[in-house]
């Protein structure tokens, strides 16, 4: 006899509280980088919970792990997840909330005594942040053969550390081939990341797309002298051109406007010194907009400051592509099925694109995807001070709940 399956908020809350103890930092985040003990640690736990709901586990040799609850039918599952992976000053919901909450679709299936006609997944994916190596969105890359499993392993943490031999070492690097669970339709849940839905007092986000991303690294090599003795036309100051760069970006976005955004997150000088002009400057520019026309004129009118202002000031520059994704658009049929469903349970929906990478954006290559968003407290993310409501949680777990059941009957 089945049943009305139901979200257990309480479960759902707990098993957040849990997941983020491991790694810790202060303020209530954590800090669990790709293929550290800590993400073992993590890993591990989830597998765990993964196994106490009876799902079949694959890891596949780049390290993502599927948990796969059996249908009425063999054959391509539905499926969800995200990742459980973090920045260094993370916060407990980014990634994490989605996976738990598929695991709290399948607790809630269980009690109803519901199977589902075809089978569900629940997938948590590697190195999704990018925090210590690159590209992001690295394990869901490679399942959608976007990626070269020798590229990923061969990728370095800043240490010179690399991918392959970190995966090894926590005993992730599993037996399955990417791809091999490919999936019928693919729903992430996450966190908004941004302040949208909060402003307008909405509950769920209907996610239509995923902005183009653009992420390099430039070096630039000048020549260290006094600051005092040295003749402003006199120098080759590698601080120079990174500092303007910076200002640079800010006003490419101002003057092009609409969705373009531009940051330099990274910015290391060397020597590092008060009294010296810098002889290196290190660099990084991230670079997002929905449109990939606009995304690339952007990044011309970066790359062509950059050189100019790197000749007239008598400086080399190295330049190195970290990440380049283009943008994505989700299936319109699976954005109206999450908003009519959301709907259907009296909550609030906006149709918005996402300012961050995801999983899905690389899902997409491969099935129908679609993604679910809800509030964050004041816009907050990658930020240990991250929050989402639990009522807000709990309503976009149910809405996963609804999607995932309604594509596993189909």
Not at 222 to 244: E, F, I, K, N, Q
Request: hydrophobic share 45%; net charge negative; aromatic share 6%.
């Amino acid at each position: 006899m089945t049943t009305t399956p139901i979200i257990d908020g309480i479960h759902l809350h707990a098993r957040l509280a849990t997941l983020a103890a491991i790694g810790a930092i202060d303020g209530g985040g954590c800090a669990r980088l790709a293929l550290t003990d800590e993400d073992k640690a993590g890993r591990d736990l989830v597998v765990g919970w993964m196994r106490e709901l009876g799902l079949a586990i694959t890891i596949d040799a780049i390290g993502n792990v599927f948990g796969l609850r059996r249908g009425r039918l063999d054959g391509p599952p539905v499926m969800t997840g995200s990742h459980i992976d973090t920045v260094r000053t993370g916060g407990r919901f980014d990634g994490n909330y989605g996976v738990l909450a598929g695991l709290e679709v399948c607790r809630a299936l269980d009690a109803a005594g519901v199977v589902t006609r075809h089978p569900l997944c629940v997938a948590f994916f590697t190195n999704e942040e990018g925090a210590r190596f690159q590209p992001d969105m690295l394990g869901s890359l490679v399942h959608a053969g976007g990626l070269t499993l020798q590229e990923a392993y061969a990728a370095t943490d800043p240490d010179g550390v690399r991918l392959g031999d970190e995966l090894s070492r926590i005993g992730y690097r599993g037996p399955a081939a990417p791809g091999t669970v490919r999936p019928r339709a693919f729903v992430e849940l996450h966190i908004e990341q941004g302040p949208v839905l909060e402003e307008a007092g909405i509950t769920i986000g209907a996610v239509t797309g995923v902005q183009g991303i653009s992420w390099h690294e430039f070096i630039v090599s000048g020549v260290s002298a006094h600051a005092g003795t040295t003749p402003m036309r006199l120098r080759h100051d590698a601080g120079y051109v990174a500092g303007a760069t910076a200002t640079f970006v800010r006003q490419i976005t101002r003057d092009m406007g609409g969705a373009q955004v531009g940051t330099v997150g990274v910015s290391e000088l060397r020597p590092n010194l008060i009294n010296v002009i810098a002889n290196r400057a290190r660099f990084t520019v991230d670079l997002r907009n929905t449109d990939e026309l606009l995304l690339q004129q952007a990044e011309n009118h970066v790359f062509a400051f950059i050189d100019e202002t790197a000749l007239s000031e008598g400086v080399s520059i190295e330049k190195r592509r970290l990440a380049r994704f283009e943008p994505v658009d989700f299936d319109p049929a699976m954005i109206g099925r999450i908003e009519r469903l959301a709907q259907a349970r009296g909550l609030s929906t906006l149709r918005l694109p996402s300012g961050a990478g995801h999983d899905a954006q690389m899902m997409a290559r491969l099935c129908p995807t679609g993604m679910i968003f809800v509030p964050s407290a004041k816009g907050l993310s990658h930020n240990v001070a991250e929050y989402t409501a639990p009522a807000d949680l709990e309503a976009g777990a149910a809405v996963l709940l609804d999607v995932l059941l309604a594509l596993a009957e189909e």
